[in-house]
Nanobody
Framework: QVQLVESGGGLVQAGGSLRLSCAASGSIGSINTMGWYRQAPGKQRELVAYITSGGRTNYPDSVKGRFTISRDNAKNTVHLQMNSLKPEDTAVYYC??????????????WGQGTQVTVSS
């Protein structure tokens, strides 16, 4: 019903920046929260940031002050600006949306994942 397409990953040196984008499309009635998760090899998937429909954001301490999540409701798009990147930020980053479709059913969709690699 709702598909997410991610872009913006890549290779960057420590201290550099990347901007991830995720565009939602399909039978969208409304989107509640939009967020980013990441998963490094051998580790569990963890929350990186989320933003509510009202623009409230939340970050874990590991990225707070370095990452910024934002959304463009007109384009059903969420972004993650990542600054001061560290090698420990290396992971596959996944976009996530909590939505209600045009028929009123709630659901969750995940992006395909985009690789972020931070070299030292």
């Amino acid at each position: 019903q709702v598909q997410l397409v991610e872009s913006g990953g890549g290779l960057v040196q420590a201290g550099g920046s990347l901007r991830l984008s995720c565009a939602a499309s399909g039978s969208i009635g409304s989107i509640n929260t939009m967020g980013w998760y990441r998963q490094a090899p051998g580790k569990q998937r963890e929350l990186v940031a989320y933003i509510t429909s009202g623009g409230r954001t939340n970050y874990p301490d590991s990225v707070k002050g370095r990452f910024t999540i934002s959304r463009d409701n007109a384009k059903n798009t969420v972004h993650l600006q990542m600054n001061s990147l560290k090698p420990e930020d290396t992971a596959v980053y996944y976009c996530n949306v909590d939505f209600r479709d045009i028929w009123g059913s709630s659901g969750v969709s995940w992006g395909q994942g985009t690789q972020v690699t931070v070299s030292s």
